[in-house]
Structures are given as structure tokens and as C-alpha cells.
């Protein structure tokens, strides 16, 4: 009947979601580097100050349903971590690229928060900023190259 099928279905489907829980736990629990990115996105998460409630997952492959806001900083904590962990393997600093990082329904003090990690954790990274501003108070250091219009004006790159 519909109210068995029903049933099993309910049954089959919340058997189906307590076999991926525990495959995430052991994968979790018996990867080290797993823990290390869960870690470091714990880290950056507390300190971008996303609320608590917003369930952390390194295995999603949806987090399109956060807001504006709350989307950048998340994607900019695991990215952080993947960049870490991957420097950390393979044994130089990798180059860190942020494009507009004050889009994005982002206050500036979030900005500055981000770009202060950036500077403190991951000095040793090439960063480049492609912004329409200069960020002098954070990245003081910083070798400006302005472009006025496009790259592609002329007829070669090289003139």
C-alpha cells in the first residue's frame, strides 16, 4: 500500500542519511588533514564572526543557500584553509589572489578583518588584490600597479 511504501521510504532515507553522517565522522576522525582544514576554518570562521548556528561542513557542495556576506566570508575561510594546507604539503607558499574584495554586499570592516589575516598568517604568500582600492592602511607594503583602462588599449603588451 502508498502508507507502507511511504514508510519505507521515510525508513530507507533517514538509514541513508545516518550511513553519510558516519562516513563523514570516520573520514573526519581518521584524516588528519581533514581536521587541520576543520581547524583553521573553525579558526577564521569565529574570527570573521560568523554566527555559531551556520553549520561548518568541508564536504558540502552547497553553500549557496548563506547570505551575500556570510557566503564571501565562508568561502574566504576555506579557501584560506585549502591554500594552508596545500603550502604546508607541497612545501612553498602559494600565491593568493583576491579579485574586488570589497564587493559582495561586504562592510569594510570585514575587509580589513580578511586583508589582516591575509597579513598576518599568510605573509609569506604572494597576494595580489585586484581592487579599485588601495587598502594603504593594511597592506602598507604594497607595490601598486595602476592601470588606466584596459589592459588590452594597445596593440601589444609589450609597447
Known amino acids: 500500500s502508498a502508507v507502507e511504501v511511504d514508510a519505507m521510504l521515510k525508513k ?3 538509514e541513508k542519511a545516518d550511513l553519510l553522517t558516519t562516513l563523514k565522522e ?21 574570527e570573521l564572526e ?3 548556528d551556520y553549520k561548518i561542513d568541508i564536504f558540502t557542495h552547497n ?10 566570508k565562508m568561502v574566504f575561510a576555506y579557501r584560506l584553509a585549502y ?24 562592510e569594510k570592516g570585514t575587509i580589513d578583518v580578511m586583508l589582516k589575516i591575509l597579513r598576518r598568517d599568510f605573509s609569506d604568500h604572494q597576494l595580489i588584490v585586484a581592487s ?3 587598502y594603504e592602511e593594511i ?15 594597445s596593440q601589444t603588451l609589450f609597447d
Open 12 to 14: 530507507l532515507r533517514n
Open 132 to 134: 579599485i582600492h588601495k
Open 139 to 153: 597592506l602598507q607594503a604594497a607595490k601598486i600597479i595602476e592601470m588606466d583602462g584596459s589592459l588590452f588599449n
Open 83 to 106: 591554500i594552508k594546507l596545500l603550502s604546508d604539503k607541497i612545501g612553498y607558499a602559494l600565491p593568493i589572489f583576491c579579485d574586488s574584495p570589497s564587493g559582495r554586499e561586504v
Open 50 to 52: 560568523i554566527p555559531f
Open 26 to 46: 570516520r573520514t573526519k576522525n581518521n584524516n588528519p588533514w581533514i581536521r587541520q582544514a576543520y581547524d583553521i576554518i573553525c579558526k577564521y570562521t569565529t
Open 63 to 72: 553553500l549557496k543557500g548563506k547570505s551575500g556576506a556570510i557566503l564571501h
